[in-house]
C-alpha cells in the first residue's frame, strides 16, 4: 500500500537476505511455466520485519515472502535486434549495458520527439517468438507480450492467451524509420571498406604536396602530406586506417580555438614514399565492391557532409567525386538529387526521403564524427512504410533479452519498442518498483521455519502481522511455493492476528485454511481493486487478474465469512474520478459482498514520476498539462484542495453504499487496518456452513 511520506523500501530492509552473500542463496531456478522470470530460492535470516517507529505505515509488523513480483509481464526481443545509440549509431541489443546511452522518444507539446535516455536494466529470458515483417523490409523477432508503438497506440506483438488485448494486424502501420531489407553486408573492417574511407577522406579535405625547394647549394624535393580536422573521431579513423596500410603518420596541432573557430588537429608525414602510397590508396579501383563504396560514402560524408535540420548533403567541386557519390547513392538504393552548382562550382548532392533514408546511409555506411550523427529533438515522424504484413510464430522457444529505460521505451530496428512499465509504476500500484521487480523474484524458502521460531520468542507481543506490504503474498510466484499455508497456519497456532492484502486471485485456494486461521485469530482481509475500466486496468496492470476476477475473489471470501475490505487506489484525476466511475466502482464492490472501501488519490513520488508522465503521454496526452499542475516539481501527492474535493465527492458514494468508507489519510499512525483503531483488530469473520469445507480451483 502507498501510504503518505512511507518509502516501501525501508520497511522490509531485513527481509531480504542479502543477494551479495551469496551463502544465503540455495540455487537459481528457471522454468517453463514462468517463461522470463529466475527465482532465486534464498535462506532468509528472518521473517517478522519492524516497521520503522517514524513510519506512517498503520501497522508495526510485516511478512514479505517475497522480493519481486511474478504478477507483471516480460517483454523481449532478439539479441540482434538493433538498437539507436545516443551517439546515432546501431548496435545490438546483446553489446548493450545497464548505463548506456540511447535513443528513446517523449512527447515535447504537440509531437513526440527522439531524446536520449539511458538503460536502467537488462535481463534475458528463453521463450516464445514471433517474427514481425514490415513492408519495407524490417524485420523484428519479439515475444508475443511485446509491445510496438502504432498509429493507435501501443500494441502487443500477438493477443494474449484468453484474448482481448490490442495486438498487431496487417492493418497497422509502426512509428519509426526502420532499417529495411539486410540488403548487402558491409564489412567495416575490410580492406575495401578501408581504402573506401581513405579515398573519401583524403580526397574530400586533405593536402597532398609534390615541388622543389632551391637552396644554394641543391634543388630539394618536398614531399607531404596533411590532414587538419576539428573531429578527433574522423582524423583517429584515417591515421588508424593509414597505419594499417603501412603509413605512419604524425599528430600535432594545427588550429588553436578562437570565438568563431573550433580548434584543429593534423596528422601529416613528409616521407616521399609515404605520400605515394596514400595517393595510390586513394585512387578509384577499377571494379569498387559494395564495402568501397560504403567506405567512400563514410569518408566523403566526414569530409564533406553535413546533416542538419534534417537535411544530409555532401558538396565538392569535383566532377568525379560528385560521379562517386552517386552511384554509391545508386548501388545502395538512397534515394537523392543533385543540386544546381552554386557560383564557386561547388555541387551538392543531397539524400532526400527523410530520417529513413538518413538513418539507412548512417547504417550502411557508418560515418566516423558522431556529430553529424545525432537525431535528438528530431520529431517521430514515420515516412518509411512501416506496414505490418506478416506475423509470424517462431516454431521454437528463443533467446531473447530486453532492456528498461528512463523514457520508457527505445528504439529496436528503427521503430519504437516499449519496454516493461511496470517497472516504472509498480510503486504506485501498491508493489515494490526494483529494476528487476518482475524478472528477477527472490523466494524465502525457509519463511515458515524462521517465522515459527520468532513466533516462539516470550518477547513476541502477537500484534498484527500484515502481509502484502511490500510485494503481493499471492502473486503468481506463490502457485509454485505455496508459502502463504505455512505462514498462515503459524500465525494462526501462536495466537497472532493478521492482515492480508492482495491483488491475487490465488487467495481462494486458501479460503479454508484462512476459515479455520479466523476461528482462532482475527483475520483481515483487503482486496486491491483500483481499476473498473478494461482497457485502462490492462493500461497499468498489466499481468494482474482482472478486476472481475478480484471482484470475483471478494465474493467468494464474503461467502466464506469474511468482511473484506476493497482499496479503491489510486484514484487518478481526471481519470477515475467522476461522479460516473466512482458510483460504478462502489456500486461494482458492493455487489462482490464487499463490507467496506478505502480509497485515495494518486502518489506520484520522485522515482515514479517519470515513468507516470511519460505512460500519461501515451495514454492520455491531453492530461498531461493537468497532472504536471496537481503534481508540480518533486510533489508527491495531490494537493490538500483536490483532496479536499475527492472526499466530498467519494464519501457521500460511499455511504449512499453503505461501505463505510476511509481515506487513507483517516488511519492513525499505529492503528490495525481493521476496525480497531489499535491493538488486536476486531473480529472480522463470521464462520458460513460451508466455510470450512474442501475448495478446489
Same mark, same amino acid.
Given at each position: 500500500?502507498?501510504?503518505q511520506?512511507?518509502?516501501?523500501?525501508?520497511?522490509?530492509d531485513?527481509?531480504?537476505?542479502g543477494?551479495?552473500?551469496?551463502s544465503?542463496?540455495?540455487?537459481?531456478v528457471?522454468?517453463?511455466?514462468?517463461?522470463?522470470?529466475?527465482?532465486?530460492?534464498v535462506?532468509?535470516?528472518?521473517?517478522?520485519?519492524?516497521?520503522?517507529g517514524?513510519?506512517?505505515?498503520?501497522?508495526a509488523w510485516?511478512?514479505?515472502?517475497?522480493?519481486?513480483?511474478?504478477?507483471?509481464?516480460?517483454?523481449?526481443?532478439?539479441?540482434?535486434?538493433?538498437?539507436?545509440?545516443?551517439?546515432?549509431?546501431?548496435?545490438?541489443?546483446s553489446?548493450?549495458?545497464?548505463?548506456?546511452?540511447?535513443?528513446?522518444?517523449?512527447?515535447q507539446?504537440?509531437?513526440?520527439?527522439?531524446?536520449?535516455?539511458?538503460?536502467?536494466?537488462?535481463w534475458a529470458?528463453?521463450?516464445?517468438a514471433?517474427?514481425v515483417t514490415?513492408?519495407?523490409?524490417?524485420?523484428l523477432?519479439?515475444?508475443?507480450?511485446?509491445?510496438?508503438?502504432?498509429?493507435?497506440?501501443?500494441?502487443h506483438?500477438?493477443?494474449?492467451?484468453?484474448?482481448?488485448?490490442?495486438?498487431?494486424?496487417?492493418?497497422n502501420?509502426?512509428m519509426?524509420?526502420?532499417?529495411?531489407?539486410?540488403?548487402?553486408?558491409?564489412d567495416?573492417?575490410?580492406?575495401?571498406?578501408?581504402?573506401?574511407?581513405?579515398?573519401?577522406?583524403? /580526397?574530400?579535405?586533405?593536402?597532398?604536396?609534390?615541388g622543389?625547394?632551391?637552396?644554394?647549394?641543391?634543388?630539394?624535393?618536398?614531399?607531404?602530406?596533411?590532414?587538419?580536422?576539428?573531429?578527433?573521431?574522423?582524423?583517429?579513423?584515417t591515421?588508424?586506417?593509414?597505419?594499417?596500410?603501412?603509413?605512419?603518420? /604524425?599528430?600535432?596541432?594545427?588550429?588553436?580555438?578562437?570565438d568563431?573557430?573550433?580548434?584543429?588537429?593534423?596528422?601529416?608525414?613528409?616521407?616521399?614514399?609515404?605520400?605515394?602510397t596514400?595517393?595510390?590508396l586513394?585512387?578509384?579501383?577499377?571494379?569498387?565492391?559494395?564495402?568501397?563504396?560504403?567506405?567512400f560514402?563514410?569518408g566523403?560524408?566526414?569530409?564533406?557532409?553535413s546533416?542538419?535540420?534534417g537535411?544530409? /548533403?555532401?558538396s565538392? #567541386?569535383?566532377?568525379?567525386?560528385?560521379?562517386?557519390?552517386?552511384?554509391?547513392?545508386?548501388?545502395?538504393?538512397?534515394?537523392?538529387? $543533385?543540386?544546381?552548382?552554386?557560383?564557386?562550382?561547388?555541387r551538392?548532392?543531397?539524400?532526400?526521403?527523410?530520417?529513413?533514408?538518413?538513418?539507412r546511409?548512417?547504417?550502411?555506411?557508418?560515418?566516423?564524427i558522431?556529430?553529424?550523427?545525432? @537525431?535528438?529533438?528530431?520529431?517521430?515522424?514515420?515516412?518509411?512504410?512501416l506496414?505490418v504484413?506478416? @506475423?509470424?510464430?517462431?516454431?521454437?522457444?528463443?533467446d531473447?533479452?530486453?532492456?528498461?529505460?528512463?523514457?520508457?521505451?527505445?528504439?529496436?530496428?528503427? $521503430?519504437?519498442?516499449h519496454?516493461?512499465?511496470?517497472r516504472?509504476?509498480?510503486?504506485?500500484? *501498491?508493489?515494490?518498483?526494483?529494476a528487476?521487480?518482475?524478472?528477477?523474484?527472490?523466494?524465502k524458502?525457509? $519463511?515458515?521455519?524462521?517465522?515459527?521460531?520468532?513466533?516462539?520468542?516470550?518477547?513476541?507481543?502477537?500484534?498484527?502481522?500484515?502481509?502484502?506490504?511490500?510485494?503481493?503474498?499471492?502473486?503468481r510466484?506463490?502457485? /509454485?511455493?505455496?508459502?502463504?499455508p505455512g505462514i498462515? *497456519?503459524?500465525?494462526?497456532?501462536s495466537?497472532t492476528?493478521?492482515?492480508?492484502?492482495?491483488?491475487?486471485?490465488?487467495?481462494?485456494?486458501?479460503i479454508?485454511?484462512?476459515?479455520?486461521?479466523a476461528?482462532?485469530?482475527?483475520?483481515?482481509i483487503q482486496?486491491?481493486?483500483a481499476?473498473?475500466?478494461?482497457?485502462?486496468?490492462?493500461?497499468?496492470?498489466?499481468?494482474?487478474?482482472?478486476?472481475?476476477?478480484?471482484?470475483?475473489?471478494?465474493?467468494?471470501?464474503?461467502?466464506?465469512?469474511?468482511?473484506?475490505? $476493497?482499496?479503491?487506489?489510486?484514484?487518478?484525476?481526471h481519470?477515475?474520478?467522476?461522479?460516473?466511475?466512482?458510483d460504478?466502482?462502489?456500486?461494482? @464492490? #458492493?455487489?462482490?459482498?464487499?463490507?467496506r472501501?478505502?480509497?485515495?488519490?494518486?502518489?506520484l513520488?520522485?522515482?515514479?514520476?517519470?515513468?507516470?508522465?511519460?505512460?500519461?503521454g501515451?495514454?492520455?496526452p491531453?492530461?498531461?498539462?493537468?497532472?504536471?499542475?496537481l503534481?508540480?516539481?518533486?510533489?508527491?501527492?495531490?494537493?490538500?484542495?483536490?483532496?479536499?474535493?475527492?472526499?466530498?465527492?467519494?464519501?457521500?458514494?460511499?455511504?449512499l453504499?453503505?461501505?463505510?468508507g476511509?481515506h487513507? *489519510?483517516?488511519?492513525?499512525?499505529r492503528?490495525m487496518?481493521?476496525?480497531?483503531p489499535?491493538?488486536?483488530p476486531?473480529?472480522?469473520?463470521?464462520?458460513?456452513?460451508?466455510a470450512?469445507?474442501?475448495m478446489?480451483?
Amino acid at each position: 500500500m502507498r501510504w503518505q511520506g512511507q518509502k516501501l523500501g525501508d520497511v522490509d530492509d531485513a527481509a531480504l537476505p542479502g543477494l551479495e552473500d551469496r551463502s544465503n542463496v540455495l540455487r537459481t531456478v528457471t522454468t517453463p511455466e514462468f517463461a522470463g522470470m529466475t527465482f532465486h530460492e534464498v535462506l532468509s535470516k528472518s521473517a517478522l520485519n519492524h516497521v520503522p517507529g517514524a513510519s506512517r505505515m498503520p501497522f508495526a509488523w510485516t511478512i514479505n515472502p517475497y522480493r519481486g513480483c511474478s504478477h507483471a509481464c516480460v517483454y523481449c526481443l532478439s539479441p540482434d535486434t538493433l538498437i539507436l545509440c545516443a551517439d546515432g549509431r546501431q548496435r545490438p541489443l546483446s553489446t548493450l549495458e545497464i548505463g548506456d546511452e540511447i535513443i528513446g522518444t517523449e512527447r515535447q507539446g504537440s509531437y513526440r520527439r527522439y531524446v536520449r535516455t539511458t538503460i536502467r536494466a537488462k535481463w534475458a529470458t528463453r521463450k516464445q517468438a514471433h517474427r514481425v515483417t514490415l513492408a519495407d523490409g524490417t524485420e523484428l523477432v519479439a515475444s508475443g507480450d511485446h509491445r510496438f508503438l502504432t498509429e493507435r497506440g501501443w500494441k502487443h506483438v500477438a493477443d494474449a492467451d484468453s484474448g482481448q488485448r490490442p495486438h498487431l494486424t496487417t492493418n497497422n502501420r509502426l512509428m519509426g524509420f526502420g532499417i529495411g531489407s539486410a540488403g548487402s553486408s558491409i564489412d567495416a573492417l575490410s580492406a575495401g571498406y578501408r581504402r573506401g574511407y581513405l579515398a573519401g577522406m583524403i /580526397r574530400g579535405d586533405a593536402m597532398i604536396f609534390h615541388g622543389t625547394y632551391p637552396s644554394e647549394t641543391r634543388t630539394r624535393e618536398i614531399h607531404s602530406f596533411r590532414l587538419a580536422l576539428i573531429d578527433d573521431e574522423a582524423l583517429e579513423r584515417t591515421r588508424r586506417f593509414l597505419e594499417v596500410e603501412g603509413v605512419p603518420t /604524425r599528430t600535432r596541432p594545427f588550429a588553436v580555438a578562437t570565438d568563431t573557430r573550433s580548434a584543429a588537429d593534423a596528422i601529416h608525414t613528409a616521407a616521399r614514399r609515404h605520400v605515394e602510397t596514400i595517393e595510390s590508396l586513394v585512387d578509384t579501383p577499377d571494379a569498387p565492391d559494395a564495402d568501397w563504396y560504403a567506405g567512400f560514402l563514410a569518408g566523403i560524408f566526414d569530409a564533406e557532409g553535413s546533416c542538419s535540420r534534417g537535411v544530409l /548533403r555532401i558538396s565538392n #567541386k569535383d566532377a568525379e567525386i560528385i560521379a562517386l557519390i552517386e552511384r554509391g547513392l545508386r548501388l545502395f538504393g538512397l534515394p537523392h538529387v $543533385v543540386e544546381d552548382p552554386r557560383p564557386n562550382g561547388v555541387r551538392s548532392v543531397r539524400v532526400v526521403g527523410g530520417l529513413p533514408s538518413r538513418q539507412r546511409f548512417f547504417a550502411i555506411c557508418s560515418p566516423a564524427i558522431t556529430r553529424k550523427l545525432s @537525431i535528438d529533438g528530431t520529431a517521430v515522424k514515420s515516412i518509411a512504410d512501416l506496414r505490418v504484413t506478416e @506475423i509470424t510464430p517462431i516454431p521454437e522457444e528463443q533467446d531473447l533479452l530486453d532492456i528498461t529505460t528512463g523514457t520508457g521505451d527505445f528504439i529496436a530496428n528503427g $521503430v519504437i519498442s516499449h519496454n516493461c512499465f511496470a517497472r516504472g509504476t509498480h510503486e504506485y500500484l *501498491d508493489l515494490d518498483g526494483g529494476a528487476d521487480f518482475d524478472s528477477q523474484i527472490v523466494v524465502k524458502v525457509n $519463511v515458515v521455519e524462521v517465522l515459527q521460531k520468532e513466533l516462539r520468542k516470550g518477547s513476541w507481543e502477537h500484534e498484527t502481522v500484515a502481509l502484502g506490504t511490500n510485494t503481493d503474498p499471492y502473486q503468481r510466484a506463490e502457485g /509454485r511455493y505455496k508459502l502463504m499455508p505455512g505462514i498462515i *497456519d503459524a500465525l494462526a497456532a501462536s495466537g497472532t492476528p493478521m492482515s492480508i492484502l492482495t491483488k491475487g486471485t490465488l487467495i481462494r485456494r486458501d479460503i479454508p485454511l484462512l476459515v479455520k486461521a479466523a476461528q482462532r485469530v482475527p483475520v483481515d482481509i483487503q482486496m486491491s481493486i483500483a481499476m473498473y475500466d478494461d482497457e485502462l486496468q490492462k493500461a497499468i496492470e498489466p499481468g494482474t487478474p482482472t478486476t472481475q476476477a478480484r471482484l470475483d475473489t471478494v465474493r467468494a471470501l464474503r461467502d466464506a465469512g469474511f468482511r473484506v475490505t $476493497v482499496f479503491l487506489m489510486p484514484i487518478m484525476p481526471h481519470m477515475t474520478d467522476s461522479v460516473d466511475a466512482i458510483d460504478t466502482a462502489l456500486r461494482r @464492490i #458492493k455487489e462482490a459482498g464487499a463490507n467496506r472501501v478505502i480509497y485515495g488519490a494518486l502518489h506520484l513520488r520522485a522515482g515514479v514520476k517519470p515513468w507516470f508522465m511519460q505512460w500519461l503521454g501515451e495514454f492520455r496526452p491531453d492530461l498531461v498539462s493537468s497532472y504536471r499542475g496537481l503534481y508540480p516539481g518533486v510533489s508527491a501527492e495531490a494537493p490538500k484542495g483536490y483532496r479536499q474535493w475527492l472526499a466530498k465527492r467519494a464519501r457521500p458514494l460511499i455511504r449512499l453504499h453503505g461501505l463505510d468508507g476511509q481515506h487513507e *489519510d483517516d488511519y492513525p499512525v499505529r492503528g490495525m487496518r481493521s476496525s480497531a483503531p489499535h491493538g488486536r483488530p476486531a473480529p472480522a469473520f463470521t464462520p458460513s456452513p460451508a466455510a470450512a469445507q474442501p475448495m478446489l480451483f
